[in-house]
């Protein structure tokens, strides 16, 4: 499935008309037709607008390459073994943040307590953020160090994610 395609899937689950969003979006709804056809290509600044005017994080995913950014950390040591330690720390870290929030019969946001809530958002993803920044240092450190293509690295990984059928075959 295309951008334009996850797009129309989002707009559908927000329960939007394609006028209703481009009326958020300040573009008319022929527009957003053409897009969620495939039949307009749209600029990556126009892409995150949408991700933000329909609140996806499917969306965010899609267009940025991660639910949130990473950021290179120029105050830290990016020895390989430095940054691989770190990164098993913060992994011990987001495993018992995900064990103490114990998500089993909870369906929905509903069924968490305040407490939980605020646990998920201040604790939970926030260690789960430290890995994902560990991760792309490590990557960025091994790439460094042992000159590593990471072009060619994401389209090994997007072919065994493929290979594995947790994507639809795409451009690759």
Excluded: W
């Excluded at 965010?60 to 020895?79: F, S, W």
């Excluded at 091994?142 to 590593?148: E, G």
Aim: charged share 30%; aromatic share 2%; proline share 2%.
């Amino acid at each position: 499935m295309g951008i334009g395609g996850i797009i129309r899937e989002e707009r559908k689950k927000r329960g939007l008309s394609q006028e209703q969003l481009g009326r958020i979006m300040g573009i008319d709804r022929s527009t957003i037709s053409n897009i969620e056809n495939g039949k307009q290509v749209v600029h990556h600044d126009t892409l995150e607008q949408f991700g933000e005017a329909l609140k996806s994080p499917r969306l965010r995913l899609e267009v940025l390459g991660g639910a949130l950014p990473c950021y290179y950390l120029h105050n830290v040591d990016l020895h390989p073994v430095t940054v691989q330690q770190k990164a098993i720390e913060e992994m011990r870290e987001a495993i018992q943040e995900l064990e103490k929030l114990n998500l089993i019969n909870k369906i929905g946001p509903e069924d968490l307590t305040e407490a939980e809530q605020e646990s998920l958002l201040n604790e939970t993803m926030m260690t789960l953020q430290d890995v994902n920044i560990c991760m792309d240092l490590i990557m960025v450190a091994l790439a460094d160090r042992y000159n590593v293509d990471l072009k060619e690295l994401a389209r090994l990984s997007k072919e065994k994610m493929v290979s594995k059928g947790y994507m639809n075959e795409v451009a690759i």
